[in-house]
C-alpha cells in the first residue's frame, strides 16, 4: 500500500493549482487526474476571460499548461479514477481499482458538471453554439436570437446576462410557469429582449459548424415546429461529483460538499480539504476554482505542519 502525504482527486483548474500549490511547497502531491482528466474546460473552445490571456485561449491549451506547471515542480500525475474513498480514520485510504492508497491529508477536487438535455444534436454542437454558461460564451452571440431552456433563478440569471449581447432571447420552459424566486421571475418575464415559450420543450438542435435552428415541441397539444436561433443555453441545473463521498463528507441538499464555514477551504472531516465546483454553486468559474485551488494547498501544508 503506497502512502503519500497529500493526495489531490481532481484535475481542474483547482485540482492543478493545489498541485502546484503543493509542490511548490515540497509535499510531492499525488494528483489522480480522472479518465476525463482537465475538467470542463476540456469541452470549452475558447477561454476569453481567463486572466493573462488577452487573446484568450483554448480551453484543452489552458488546462495543458496548468498541468505542465504542476509536473515542473514535481507534482506526480495518475490518470485513473478513484473507485472508493474511506475517510472514516487515518491515515485516508483511497482506492483506485484494486491499487490502495494512503495519505495524511486529501483534496478534493472533482468539480461538477452541467445537466444536458441528451437531445440529437445537443453534443455535436457544444461548443459550437450550444453552451451551459452564458457568463463564459455569451460574449460571442453579439446581435443573435438566443434559446434558453428551463425554469429555475439559474435560467433567468443566464437570460438576463444574455440580454446584454443578444437581439432576442426566448426562454423555453416545459411547465406554465418558473420554479424561479418570484423577483428572478418577473425581472426576465418584463424584459424588453425576452420573452417566454410555456408548456414547451426542445427536442433536437440543428446545423453543421454552429447552432441553425431548434425543434421546439408543445407538451400539452404534441404540435412540433422549427425555430431558427443562433445559439442555445442549457441551464437546468449543474451536478456536483460527489457520490464518491457519499456518507464520508457533509454535503447540502444539492450534493456540494459543505465547507466548515469560517473561510477555509476545510471540509467536515479534519484533514481533507475542498475546492473548486464541488463546492461551489454560485460562481462556477475557472479562475475561481484556481483560486480555491491555492487556498486548499495553503490549508493543507498548514495542517500537515501542525500535525508533525
Same mark, same amino acid.
Given at each position: @500500500?503506497?502512502?503519500?502525504? +497529500?493526495?489531490?482527486?481532481?484535475?481542474?483548474?483547482?485540482?492543478?493549482?493545489?498541485?502546484?500549490?503543493? &509542490?511548490?511547497?515540497?509535499?510531492?502531491?499525488?494528483?489522480?487526474?480522472?479518465? @476525463?482528466?482537465?475538467?470542463?474546460? @476540456?469541452?470549452?473552445?475558447?477561454? %476569453?476571460?481567463?486572466?493573462?490571456?488577452?487573446?484568450?485561449?483554448?480551453?484543452?491549451? +489552458?488546462?495543458?499548461?496548468?498541468?505542465?506547471?504542476?509536473?515542473?515542480?514535481?507534482?506526480? @500525475?495518475?490518470?485513473?479514477?478513484?473507485?472508493?474513498?474511506?475517510?472514516?480514520?487515518?491515515?485516508?485510504?483511497?482506492?483506485?481499482?484494486?491499487?490502495?492508497?494512503?495519505?495524511?491529508?486529501?483534496?478534493?477536487?472533482?468539480?461538477?458538471?452541467?445537466?444536458?438535455?441528451?437531445?440529437?444534436?445537443?453534443?455535436? +454542437?457544444?461548443?459550437?453554439?450550444?453552451?451551459?454558461? *452564458?457568463?463564459?460564451?455569451?460574449?460571442?452571440?453579439?446581435?443573435?436570437?438566443?434559446?434558453?431552456?428551463?425554469?429555475?433563478?439559474?435560467?433567468?440569471?443566464?437570460?438576463?446576462?444574455?440580454?446584454?449581447?443578444? &437581439?432576442?432571447?426566448? $426562454?423555453?420552459?416545459?411547465?406554465?410557469?418558473?420554479?424561479?424566486?418570484? $423577483?428572478?421571475?418577473?425581472?426576465?418575464?418584463?424584459?424588453?429582449?425576452?420573452?417566454?415559450?410555456?408548456?414547451?420543450? #426542445?427536442?433536437?438542435?440543428?446545423?453543421?459548424?454552429?447552432?441553425?435552428?431548434?425543434?421546439?415541441?408543445?407538451?400539452?397539444?404534441?404540435?412540433?415546429?422549427?425555430?431558427? #436561433?443562433?445559439? #442555445?443555453? $442549457? *441551464?437546468?441545473?449543474?451536478?456536483?461529483?460527489?457520490?464518491?463521498?457519499?456518507?464520508?463528507?457533509?454535503? !447540502?441538499?444539492?450534493?456540494?460538499?459543505?465547507?466548515?464555514?469560517?473561510?477555509?477551504?476545510?471540509?467536515?472531516?479534519?484533514?481533507?480539504? #475542498?475546492?473548486?465546483?464541488?463546492? !461551489?454553486?454560485?460562481?462556477?468559474?475557472?479562475?475561481?476554482?484556481?483560486?480555491?485551488?491555492?487556498? *486548499?494547498?495553503?490549508?493543507?501544508?498548514?495542517?500537515?505542519?501542525?500535525? %508533525?
Amino acid at each position: @500500500m503506497d502512502h503519500e502525504k +497529500l493526495i489531490i482527486i481532481g484535475s481542474g483548474p483547482a485540482g492543478l493549482t493545489a498541485a502546484l500549490y503543493a &509542490s511548490r511547497a515540497a509535499l510531492s502531491p499525488l494528483v489522480f487526474e480522472g479518465f @476525463m482528466a482537465g475538467g470542463q474546460l @476540456m469541452i470549452t473552445t475558447d477561454v %476569453e476571460n481567463y486572466p493573462g490571456f488577452p487573446d484568450g485561449i483554448l480551453g484543452p491549451e +489552458l488546462m495543458d499548461q496548468f498541468r505542465k506547471q504542476a509536473e515542473r515542480f514535481d507534482a506526480r @500525475m495518475l490518470q485513473v479514477d478513484v473507485t472508493e474513498v474511506d475517510f472514516s480514520s487515518r491515515p485516508f485510504k483511497i482506492n483506485v481499482g484494486a491499487d490502495a492508497y494512503t495519505a495524511d491529508a486529501v483534496i478534493v477536487a472533482t468539480g461538477a458538471s452541467a445537466t444536458w438535455l441528451g437531445i440529437p444534436g445537443e453534443s455535436a +454542437l457544444t461548443g459550437k453554439g450550444v453552451s451551459a454558461c *452564458a457568463t463564459c460564451d455569451g460574449f460571442f452571440f453579439r446581435d443573435q436570437e438566443l434559446i434558453v431552456v428551463g425554469g429555475g433563478d439559474t435560467a433567468m440569471e443566464e437570460a438576463l446576462f444574455l440580454t446584454k449581447f443578444a &437581439s432576442k432571447i426566448t $426562454i423555453v420552459h416545459r411547465r406554465d410557469e418558473f420554479r424561479a424566486s418570484r $423577483i428572478m421571475a418577473a425581472r426576465a418575464i418584463e424584459h424588453e429582449k425576452i420573452n417566454v415559450e410555456w408548456n414547451t420543450v #426542445v427536442t433536437e438542435i440543428h446545423g453543421e459548424d454552429g447552432v441553425e435552428s431548434v425543434t421546439l415541441e408543445d407538451t400539452v397539444t404534441g404540435e412540433q415546429r422549427q425555430m431558427s #436561433v443562433g445559439g #442555445v443555453f $442549457i *441551464a437546468i441545473g449543474h451536478k456536483p461529483t460527489t457520490d464518491l463521498f457519499t456518507g464520508q463528507l457533509d454535503q !447540502d441538499e444539492n450534493n456540494y460538499i459543505e465547507l466548515a464555514g469560517d473561510g477555509s477551504t476545510r471540509s467536515s472531516v479534519e484533514g481533507v480539504f #475542498v475546492a473548486g465546483d464541488v463546492a !461551489d454553486h454560485t460562481y462556477r468559474q475557472a479562475v475561481t476554482a484556481a483560486g480555491t485551488g491555492c487556498m *486548499a494547498a495553503i490549508d493543507a501544508e498548514r495542517w500537515l505542519a501542525s500535525q %508533525e
